[in-house]
């Protein structure tokens, strides 16, 4: 590959761009490598390289021997292998449960993950009822005014939330929609206390969903899980019942996530 020869297109962040491409050929190197032989390799001036490389070290990406001076990949690189391995299991993992949640619930389950300003789904367990909800993998879903979508946003930082506010707008698709901020933030800030969302005919006439946060080792949220129901089947006073269910199964699939086997009742 002529490194020389790619030149980044006008939609790139060109630091960033320089930087991937030096990782890239850190990661052929079978040994450490030293400035110079980089630099050409990479082709780019020594000046540059050493400022792309000090960054990098600064996050643990790179490392230079002290003795050598030579240059490695760092061991962050490691970690967040480790969570991308993670998150590509997540479906495989998961999905045993999702189909225990449509099993108890009759209605169809989901795993979504959120993908900057939007939440998708990744994986689903469809009810064996003729009328279902049954939300198209992969489909971008609002995070205002979906179950799994104010799951995730709760999920996040303060500062976060009110970048992801800011940046989205929040386009009104039934006459329950949450388009005013302040009651956006009243919403998550309940979903944070209790543990879980509801959807309730907020995105589409007719729909309800209750979802439930599935975590990591360290309580970070993932994912999560939810149902998908008509308002016929789904309604308001069986919402504690099911709530209980999607509750216990996220909580069980986040033990799974983590390696941990839930104990026999």
Known sequence: MNNRSREPTPSLVRSLDKALRVLELLAQERKDIDLGSLANQAGLPKSTLVRLLST????????????????????????????????????????????QLSRETGETASLAVRIGKHAFYIDQALSQNIIRGA??????????????????????????????????????????????????????????????????????????????????????????????????????DRIPEYVEIVCSIAAQASQALCGDQPEDE
């Open 135 to 236: 939300p198209p993998i992969g489909t971008a879903l609002d995070l205002h005014c979906t179950a799994v979508g104010k799951m995730l946003l709760s999920s996040l930082e303060d500062k976060e939330v009110e970048q992801l506010i800011s940046e989205c707008s929040l386009p009104q698709r039934t006459e329950k929609t949450i388009t005013n901020t302040s009651r956006l933030r009243k919403e998550l800030t309940i979903t944070r206390s209790r543990g879980y969302a509801i959807d309730d005919e907020e995105a589409e006439r007719g729909g309800r969903c209750i979802a439930a946060p599935v975590r990591d080792g360290d309580g970070r949220v993932l994912a999560a899980i939810s149902i998908t129901a008509p308002t016929s089947r789904l309604t308001m």
């Open 56 to 99: 990098l070290r600064a996050h643990g990406i790179v490392q230079q021997d002290p003795g050598t001076r030579r240059y490695r990949l760092g061991w962050a690189l490691v970690r967040l292998g480790k969570a991308a391995e993670r998150q590509f299991a997540l479906p495989l993992i998961i999905h045993p449960f999702l189909e």
